[in-house]
């Protein structure tokens, strides 16, 4: 069985880079894979620990709780993606580039 801290360090990574992402690329859609990126760490630590609680606890529903969990977050991350592309694809209509800075001329 592979050791929890493996988990732990790969889903830091990968959120470490989901969150550069965010922070450093001017894309949006690269700024929405980003965001899948680290909603994605957080599921793969979700269904470790939901894992690792069933194996101490054999023989009963103990690991399902995490893995449930997991799925409503994927749930809600298709919902995000299909809404933000959505206003991004009508953004890129009117505009004509996916560029974060000119976001500022929506607030007028």
């Given at each position: 069985?592979i050791?929890?801290?493996?988990?732990?360090?790969?889903?830091?990574?990968?959120?470490?880079?989901?969150?550069?992402?965010?922070?450093?690329?001017?894309?949006?859609?690269?700024?929405?894979m980003?965001?899948?990126?680290?909603?994605?760490?957080?599921?793969?630590?979700l269904?470790?620990?939901?894992?690792?609680?069933?194996?101490?606890?054999?023989?009963?529903?103990?690991?399902?709780?995490?893995?449930?969990?997991?799925?409503?977050?994927?749930?809600?991350?298709?919902?995000?993606?299909?809404?933000?592309?959505?206003?991004i694809?009508?953004?890129?209509?009117?505009?004509?580039?996916?560029?974060?800075?000119?976001?500022?001329?929506?607030?007028?």
């Amino acid at each position: 069985m592979i050791p929890i801290s493996y988990y732990l360090f790969l889903s830091l990574t990968l959120f470490t880079i989901g969150m550069i992402g965010v922070m450093t690329r001017r894309n949006i859609i690269i700024i929405l894979m980003c965001v899948e990126l680290m909603l994605n760490s957080v599921n793969l630590l979700l269904v470790a620990f939901s894992k690792m609680h069933q194996a101490k606890n054999l023989g009963t529903d103990a690991g399902i709780d995490g893995q449930m969990l997991v799925l409503f977050i994927m749930v809600v991350a298709a919902a995000e993606v299909a809404v933000g592309l959505s206003i991004i694809i009508l953004y890129y209509r009117k505009k004509y580039n996916v560029d974060v800075r000119s976001l500022n001329r929506l607030k007028h």
